[in-house]
C-alpha cells in the first residue's frame, strides 16, 4: 500500500511518517537514500551517511561567549569560547546545503527557576549571593541564561536559520529533560557532530548521553572549545577518541562534503 495516493502522510517529519485514512494506515516508513561521505578522523577514516546525520550546536550563547555575559562577569576569559564561531560560521552553511539538521541546543532557564536544583543553582554561586543562574547581570540586568532573555541567545555573529531547531536544555546534558532524543529519532538521526562549548562539560556530557542512547558520535575538535584549563580539553579530545566516538576537524568534513558533491 505504500505510495497509494489515497493514503495520507501522517508524522512531524518527512523521515518517520506513517501514511493512513479513515480505514487503512500504512506503517512503512520510506527510508531516505544513503548519501556516505568519507572524513579522516585522525586515527582512522570514517564513512558517515549524511541522510541520517544532524549537528547539535552547544551552548554558543551570549552568557558563555560575549565579553559582556556572565562569564566574562566572574572573570572567565571568553577568548577560548569565542574559538569555534569562525569555522561554524563555514560549516554551517555547507551542512544547511546538504540538508543536514542544525540543532541549537541552549540553556533555557524557566524565570522562576523551578526546573533548577539548588546543586545547578550552586554552580558560580557557592556563597548564594553572587550572580548565579537565573539571577539579573549587574551591568544589563539580564538574567543569566534565562529563556527569551539576552543572555540565553545565540551569539550575533552565528545567525540561525529559519529551518534550524531549537532545544532549551537545564542541565549540562541536553538529553535530560528535554525533547532531544525524540528530535533526532523523528529526524531518523544515528550519527551527531558535536560543537560548542565548554567541550568538557555540556559538550561532552551531552555526547556522553548520546552514546549511551546508542547513536554515532563526533566531535568536532576546532568547532569546539573550552575555557577550563587546557588539559580538560586534552582529556575530552583523548575519552572521545577513546570511549565514546570519533574526533574530527571541520576541514576534513568540509574535505570530505566536497568529495562526495564533485564541488
Known sequence: MTGDAALRPLGSSPRNRWQV????????????????????????EITLDLARTAIVVIDMQNDF?????????IGVDVTPARA?????Q??????????????WLNWGNRPDRLNLSPALLHVYN???ASVGLGDPLPESGAHVLELGSWSAATVDELVAEPGDIHVAKYRMSGFVDTPLDSI???????????????????????????NFRGYDTILLEDCSATTS???????????????FGFVVDSANLLAGLDEATGS
Not at 569555534?84 to 561554524?88: M, R
Not at 563555514?90 to 540543532?103: H, M, N, S, T
Not at 533526532?184 to 548520546?210: E, H, K, M
Open 21 to 44: 485514512d479513515a480505514a487503512r494506515a500504512d506503517l512503512v516508513r520510506q527510508p531516505a537514500p544513503s548519501r556516505p561521505i568519507r572524513v579522516d578522523a585522525g586515527n582512522k
Open 65 to 73: 561567549c560575549h565579553p559582556e555575559g556572565w562569564l566574562a562577569h
Open 84 to 88: 569555534p564561531i569562525e569555522p561554524l
Open 90 to 103: 563555514k560549516l554551517l552553511p555547507a551542512l544547511r546545503a546538504e540538508d543536514v539538521p542544525v540543532i
Open 126 to 128: 557557592g556563597d548564594g
Open 184 to 210: 533526532l529519532r523523528n529526524l531518523d538521526i544515528t550519527t551527531v557532530l558535536f560543537a560548542g562549548v565548554n567541550a568538557d562539560q555540556c559538550v561532552l556530557c551531552t555526547l556522553q548521553d548520546a
Open 229 to 243: 584549563p587546557d588539559f580538560c580539553m586534552q582529556a575530552t579530545v583523548y575519552n572521545v577518541r577513546q570511549c
